[in-house]
């Protein structure tokens, strides 16, 4: 568990929450790096921002494939089995998660675990960076000022086959299927819990005999997705979330924080 909870940070590298604030004035509002999102954990468990480690059982990540695949990329990447975290990567990326869809960016735009192609990692980033989420702007732009003309020209050709593939126009709907078929096996049809709890048989309460009340695991922003994705939006800090409409202007680091190098190291 503890390579688990090692794995688990690792999408911190592409998943740094940077507050992208509206200004008043006629100047354009910069996207500053803030620190990484707080996430819970509960002995060795270690939740998704904003869900408590005790629900990420196995019943909840199967109807969530996003968390479970990205999970399960990052901690092959942690071990360093990349071909099989690229996979994993690319299974979450189908159900519309940016987190792992910015991984699959950062390992093609330095190589790991693959050859490098700094074409098809700016592509694979701006699909990331879809619903503007901050950090994931700023890296997309980072990596457009490395292309040259003509490789800019390519990368943009290039991302038109994956917005049909993994973009929100499509993957949103391919995880919208997911929640409502699963909640409709696993919870009540007509959304009435009341005062049920779980017996969780894996997870971090399995064995201990403690439940999980069953409004807090079948809250609707956890199953019903146009909660779901608004509840992520809030997670990682996009625009929309502000309620405002915002410019991006020149990237700015807030504190001592530093975006990730172009070099071949895992990201941080």
Known sequence: MKKYMVATMLV????HVLAAQQQESAQ????????PVERPKQGNFVGEPGISPELMTEGFLSAHPDLRWRREGLHAYA???????????QRAARYADKPAQAMIAEMY?????????RELGYAWMDLAAERFYSNFVIL???????????GQRKAIERGQALLAEYGDDVAKVRMAKVLRKERSVTGSRVGFVGNLEIIPFTGPNAGSGMSIRADEYYAPKYWQADKYFEWQD?????????????????VQQAGKTSPPDSGNEPPR
Request: hydrophobic residues 30%; glycine residues 10%; aromatic residues 12%.
């Open 28 to 35: 354009p509002s910069r996207a500053e790096w803030q620190g």
């Open 109 to 117: 735009w330095k190589g790991i675990g693959v050859p490098q192609d």
């Open 234 to 250: 809030q997670i990682w800090d996009a625009p929309d979330a502000r309620k405002g409409r915002v410019e991006v202007g020149d």
């Open 79 to 89: 071990n360093k089995n990349y071909g099989e975290a690229m996979q994993h990567f």
């Open 12 to 15: 911190l590298t592409c998943a």
């Open 140 to 150: 997309r732009e980072q990596y457009w000022e490395k292309l040259d003309a003509e």
